[in-house]
């Protein structure tokens, strides 16, 4: 067996083909204009691998038939792919690889509706995104909804694209490196943001990882894809999975938000500080006018004594 044995999909899907695709061909359009380093490029590219491997792959019979499998599945599709596309900060790249007259007549207009503006501005809140990010993970973790999404493919597909889209709102949120605006939180508040979603994650994979009973027996009924392994401990490594690499995802993305907190502080660019800036500015600025001022008026006042 060889790579692309792997690469070829278990179930082929022209929607995960589709998704997929169109921002990978919109971002080859756009970064050059977009003069996206390198770096960058790298991060996105990466990402959006991650996700194909982790949707499109014949790994996919493993996600489906092994809990720890499936736990590093929505790993990828909820942490690792969302954040390193986030990471790349791809916004200008993609904005630019639509055509200009598509994003006059029909980008643009949809952005700006009522309907899609105040969307956004509810998933974006802070309090929000937090609930959303950790709420998926513990809804779908419930012992009785795991059971039905993993028999219903349609189930099963809602499950891992609602992983893939609160996750790239998620880390798009906390991941912006601009000030606040344009971006929608302050530095400050990214960092909390994400330090928020640590402790519900270790939580859950602590919960699932010291029970002493089998939580999800989907998998022994459907059958398993490693018949060497327990299932209690496949349950064990999939709270593991959840308990530490999807906490320290959480830590990394903290400290990238606080080192973009640091960076535009030192910068002057955070919004306390602009507005310092300018006051000290204008008060400087009111010195100079009426020094200038009082300098004509002792001229003045010279002359005609002179």
Same mark, same amino acid.
């Given at each position: 067996?060889?790579?692309?044995?792997?690469?070829?999909?278990?179930?082929?899907?022209?929607?995960?083909?589709?998704? +997929?695709?169109?921002?990978? =061909? !919109?971002?080859? &359009?756009? /970064?050059?204009? %977009?003069?996206? @380093?390198?770096?960058? $490029?790298?991060?996105?590219?990466?990402?959006?691998?991650?996700?194909?491997?982790?949707?499109?792959?014949?790994?996919?019979?493993?996600?489906?038939?092994?809990?720890?499998?499936?736990?590093?599945?929505?790993?990828?599709?909820?942490?690792?792919?969302?954040?390193?596309?986030?990471?790349?900060?791809?916004?200008?790249?993609?904005?630019?690889?639509?055509?200009?007259?598509?994003?006059?007549?029909?980008?643009?207009?949809?952005?700006?509706?009522?309907?899609?503006?105040?969307?956004?501005?509810?998933?974006?809140?802070?309090?929000?995104?937090?609930?959303?990010?950790?709420?998926?993970?513990?809804?779908?973790?419930?012992?009785?909804?795991?059971?039905?999404?993993?028999?219903?493919?349609?189930?099963?597909?809602?499950?891992?694209?609602?992983?893939?889209?609160?996750?790239? +709102?998620?880390?798009?949120? =906390? !991941?912006?490196? &601009?000030? /606040?605006?344009? %971006?929608?939180? @302050?530095?400050?508040? $990214?960092?909390?943001?994400?330090?928020?979603?640590?402790?519900?994650?270790?939580?859950?994979?602590?919960?699932?990882?010291?029970?002493?009973?089998?939580?999800?027996?989907?998998?022994?009924?459907?059958?398993?894809?490693?018949?060497?392994?327990?299932?209690?401990?496949?349950?064990?490594?999939?709270?593991?999975?959840?308990?530490?690499?999807?906490?320290?995802?959480?830590?990394?993305?903290?400290?990238?938000?606080?080192?973009?907190?640091?960076?535009?502080?030192?910068?002057?660019?955070?919004?306390?500080?602009?507005?310092?800036?300018?006051?000290?500015?204008?008060?400087?600025?009111?010195?100079?006018?009426?020094?200038?001022?009082?300098?004509?008026?002792?001229?003045?006042?010279?002359?005609?004594?002179?």
């Amino acid at each position: 067996m060889n790579l692309l044995y792997w690469l070829d999909p278990w179930e082929f899907s022209p929607t995960v083909v589709l998704a +997929l695709l169109v921002p990978a =061909v !919109l971002f080859v &359009r756009g /970064a050059g204009r %977009a003069k996206v @380093s390198m770096a960058r $490029r790298i991060a996105f590219w990466f990402g959006l691998v991650a996700l194909y491997v982790a949707l499109h792959t014949r790994l996919d019979y493993f996600f489906e038939h092994e809990f720890f499998m499936h736990r590093a599945q929505h790993l990828v599709l909820h942490h690792l792919g969302p954040f390193f596309i986030a990471l790349s900060y791809p916004g200008a790249a993609l904005r630019a690889g639509i055509p200009f007259s598509w994003r006059q007549r029909f980008v643009r207009p949809v952005l700006a509706t009522p309907a899609v503006r105040k969307l956004l501005d509810v998933v974006m809140h802070p309090v929000v995104a937090v609930v959303l990010f950790v709420g998926l993970i513990y809804f779908w973790l419930m012992s009785p909804i795991h059971f039905v999404a993993m028999l219903d493919w349609r189930l099963y597909r809602v499950m891992n694209w609602s992983m893939v889209i609160d996750g790239l +709102l998620f880390w798009w949120l =906390v !991941l912006d490196p &601009r000030p /606040a605006p344009p %971006a929608r939180l @302050s530095p400050g508040k $990214r960092v909390l943001v994400v330090i928020a979603a640590i402790p519900p994650q270790i939580v859950l994979g602590a919960f699932i990882f010291f029970t002493p009973h089998e939580l999800y027996p989907i998998y022994s009924i459907c059958g398993r894809a490693f018949t060497w392994l327990s299932p209690m401990r496949d349950q064990q490594i999939g709270g593991l999975l959840l308990w530490i690499p999807g906490s320290m995802m959480s830590v990394i993305g903290a400290l990238i938000a606080l080192r973009h907190w640091m960076r535009l502080s030192a910068r002057g660019r955070l919004r306390g500080e602009r507005r310092a800036m300018a006051r000290g500015a204008a008060r400087a600025d009111a010195n100079r006018a009426t020094n200038a001022l009082a300098a004509r008026t002792a001229s003045s006042t010279d002359t005609s004594r002179g």
